[in-house]
C-alpha cells in the first residue's frame, strides 16, 4: 500500500535559475503554490507573510510557506532559485513548511552541490533564455536527463525537509482503495474517464466510491478530477508559453473551443484573458513596488 501512496505523486520541476536577478523580478508579490527553495548567493532578501518580516543574507537557504507574500531583493542580489511541484492527486503538497525557513548553505552542502549541477544542466540544454522547463526544446534523452538531476536534487530537499520537522504528508488515509482510485485518475487524467471506470477498478460500486471521496476531500471523484484539470490548466497558463491550443490537448480537450468552454465556466474568463491577467499584474507589481500596509 505505501508503494501505491509514492506512486500516485504528482511531480514535476517548473523552473531553475541560477545567477542574478532582472529587475521586474527584485520586487514582487510572490505565490506559494508551487514548492519553492531559494538559495540566496549574493545580496540580501526581505520576505514579507502577512504580519512576519524574514530577513536573509548571502548563503543562505530560504524555504518559503504556501502562503503568498512579497519579496524585496537588493540590486546586486544572485539567486539559485528552484520551483517544483510535488502533490497528491489531490492536491495535498507532500512537504508544506508552516513558516518561512532559513538555513545556512554550509548546513547542507549536497543540497547546494545537486541544485548547482540541475541549474547548471537545466541552462546547458535549454539555453539561457529558458528557466522554465516548458518554454524550451529538448531531446527525449535531454528531458530525462533533467528528471534524473531533478531527482537527486528532490532526494537532497527531502532530507533537508525532514531534518527541519518537517515531515512527509501522506494522502488516502488507511483505507488502499483510496490511493488505487487516486493513482488511476492520475494515469488517465488525459482521458476522459467515468466514475464508474474508476470505481470498477478498485472493486467498488460509484456509489460506494463516491462515498469514499466525499468522506476524504468533501467531493465526488468527477468533481475532484476537474478540480485537478483546473489547476493543472492554470498552471500552464502561468508557467508556460505554449500555445492556449496545444495546453488544450494536453489536458484531454479535443478542441480549443471546448476547453475554452470549460475553463470559463469555472474561471469566470477566457484562458487568454486568464494568461493576460497574470501578464498585466506582474507588470504592474514591478513597475509600482512594494504595497504601502
Known amino acids: 500500500m ?15 535559475h541560477d545567477g542574478p ?53 537588493s540590486d546586486d542580489a ?6 517544483f511541484i510535488v502533490c497528491w492527486p489531490d492536491g495535498t503538497a507532500l512537504f508544506a513548511p508552516p513558516a518561512c525557513l532559513i538555513v545556512d548553505a554550509d548546513e547542507y552542502p549536497e543540497l547546494e552541490t545537486a541544485g548547482r549541477e540541475l541549474a547548471h544542466l537545466a541552462r546547458t540544454t535549454l539555453g539561457d533564455r529558458h528557466t522554465r522547463m516548458r518554454d524550451g526544446h529538448s531531446t527525449l534523452e535531454d528531458h530525462l536527463n533533467l528528471r534524473q538531476y531533478f531527482y537527486r536534487w528532490l532526494i537532497q530537499y527531502s ?4 531534518k527541519l520537522g518537517v515531515v512527509p504528508r501522506i494522502s488516502g488515509g488507511s483505507d488502499d482503495r483510496l490511493p488505487r482510485a487516486l493513482q488511476f485518475m492520475e494515469e488517465y487524467a488525459q482521458s476522459n474517464i467515468r466514475e464508474a471506470d474508476i470505481a470498477r477498478h478498485v472493486s467498488l460500486s ?10 476524504r476531500f468533501g467531493m465526488s471523484p468527477k468533481a475532484l478530477m476537474d478540480s485537478r484539470r483546473m489547476q493543472r490548466a492554470k498552471h ?34 477566457s484562458p487568454s484573458q486568464y494568461r493576460m491577467s497574470l501578464k498585466s499584474a506582474r507588470d504592474k507589481s514591478s513597475q509600482v513596488g512594494r504595497p504601502r500596509k
Open 236 to 269: 500552464e497558463l502561468e508557467y508556460s508559453q505554449a500555445p492556449i491550443k496545444t495546453i488544450a490537448y494536453s489536458l484531454g480537450f479535443a478542441s480549443l473551443p471546448h476547453f475554452s468552454r470549460w475553463f470559463s465556466r469555472r474561471a469566470g474568463c
Open 2 to 16: 505505501q508503494y501505491l501512496n509514492w506512486e500516485s505523486l504528482h511531480i514535476s520541476l517548473m523552473w531553475v
Open 159 to 162: 532530507r533537508v525537509m525532514r
Open 206 to 215: 460509484v456509489s460506494q466510491l463516491n462515498r469514499l471521496f466525499s468522506r
Open 21 to 73: 536577478l532582472a529587475e521586474e523580478h527584485r520586487n514582487r508579490s510572490f505565490e506559494g503554490a508551487l514548492g519553492a527553495a531559494w538559495l540566496l548567493r549574493k545580496g540580501t532578501l526581505k520576505f514579507t507573510f502577512k504580519a512576519d518580516e524574514y530577513h536573509v543574507r548571502a548563503c543562505q537557504w530560504v524555504f518559503p510557506p504556501s502562503s503568498s507574500g512579497w519579496v524585496e531583493f
Open 78 to 83: 544572485e539567486l539559485l532559485s528552484i520551483r
